[in-house]
């Protein structure tokens, strides 16, 4: 069964931090790339980061270059994202995903799998 569940979503203040977690299973794991994306109310889903099977390539949107880290653990399937100096703007549910291509993709439906989203509230 493939399956992406995220974790450590929740409210913050502006300038405050959060680490999201994304359990994956053996199998989505092994996909190529795995990836961050974002929805906020009313508007469509954006790539935020994604990272290599390795680890050794990341790619991010300009509007979280600096701010945000991607990174993995493969010897607990999981990867994180780490968010500093989080602003309003950055408010939105946030999905992890899998895909087959490579870290360079950002188009939505070129990743395969995808978790059920954890929330992200940035306060001014």
């Known amino acids: 069964q493939v399956q992406l569940v995220e974790s450590g979503g929740g409210l913050v203040q502006a300038g405050g931090s959060l680490r999201l977690s994304c359990a994956a299973s053996?199998?989505?794991?092994?996909?190529?790339?795995m990836g961050w994306f974002r929805q906020a109310p009313g508007k469509e889903r954006e790539f935020v980061a994604a990272?290599?099977?390795?680890?050794?390539?990341?790619s991010y949107a300009d509007s979280v270059k600096g701010r945000f880290t991607i990174s993995r653990d493969n010897a607990k399937n999981t990867v994180y994202l780490q968010m500093n100096n989080l602003k309003p703007e950055d408010t939105a549910v946030y999905y992890c995903?899998?895909?087959?291509?490579?870290?360079?993709?950002?188009?939505?439906?070129?990743?395969?799998?995808w978790g059920q989203g954890t929330q992200v509230t940035v306060s001014s």
């Open positions: 053996v199998h989505t794991f092994s996909t190529n790339a």
């Open positions: 995903a899998a895909t087959r291509y490579s870290v360079s993709e950002r188009r939505v439906y070129k990743y395969d799998y």
């Open positions: 990272i290599s099977w390795s680890g050794g390539s990341t």
